[in-house]
């Protein structure tokens, strides 16, 4: 684990991270709009095609980027991206979940929402990262 904590304070892949993930919320909230309000498409069904379209994106540019100085070789892209989109659920979840626990539990963080979403989204990304890098491109262990 602490291999991963060291990697984490790598500038090039600190940047490397946060620009994939930049760029996938981009895509994410493009696909979300092109779909919902250009096509039509339940904004439901549009937004599990737009979080699909921006985990593979950031799937992509961190395989390319992020990891790929000490990754193992890949056990099939299928495999990788599945294992990358399950990973990034989690994140997701985890990020949902400090945000809920945290507007529910700090006053603080109820009357200022947006700071509950920093959180959230700095704990989903902290989990993100180190399952993207210990599981699916199996970057360190």
Request: proline fraction near 4%.
């Amino acid at each position: 684990m602490s291999h991963v904590v060291r990697s984490l304070a790598a500038p090039r892949t600190l940047l490397w991270f946060v620009f994939a993930g930049a760029l996938a919320f981009l895509v994410d909230v493009g696909v979300l709009h092109l779909l919902s309000t250009g096509w039509n498409v339940n904004l439901f069904l549009a937004r599990a095609c737009s979080f699909t379209c921006a985990a593979t994106t950031a799937w992509m540019l961190n395989r390319a980027f992020t990891f790929s100085a000490n990754r193992k070789p890949p056990r099939g892209l299928l495999a990788e991206w599945t294992a990358y989109l399950a990973a990034s659920l989690g994140g997701g979840c985890v990020n949902y979940a400090v945000f809920a626990l945290g507007v529910r539990w700090s006053p603080l963080l109820y009357e200022t929402p947006s700071l509950a979403v920093l959180i959230g989204t700095l704990a989903g990304m902290t989990f993100n990262f180190v399952m993207y890098a210990k599981y699916v491109f199996r970057v360190y262990g």
